[in-house]
């Protein structure tokens, strides 16, 4: 999500065994009861300024590929 708390986690942390990743449209996002609810949220970091996010499927497969590598 592009507008991530200050709280948000790097992407590339340990993860709990059973983990549950939810990921919201590009449109409407993750609904503030979710994100209330949730243990943190994650952010990948852009390492430009010419881009401000990814687009959702994108980011989503950064983040299960990185789930499944501390996993292993």
């Known amino acids: ?3 991530l708390s200050s ?3 790097h992407y ?3 993860y709990a065994k059973k983990s549950i990743l ?3 449209n590009e449109q409407k996002g993750v609904s503030n009861q979710l994100i209330k609810n949730s243990d943190y949220q994650i952010k ?3 390492y430009t300024d010419k881009i401000q996010s990814l ?3 994108v ?3 950064i983040l299960l ?3 499944k590598q501390k996993s292993q």
């Open 1 to 3: 999500m592009s507008n």
């Open 7 to 9: 709280e948000a986690v």
């Open 12 to 14: 590339n942390q340990e």
């Open 22 to 24: 939810i990921v919201g």
């Open 44 to 46: 990948i970091p852009m």
């Open 55 to 57: 687009n959702v499927f």
């Open 59 to 61: 980011a989503t497969g």
């Open 65 to 67: 590929f990185n789930m």
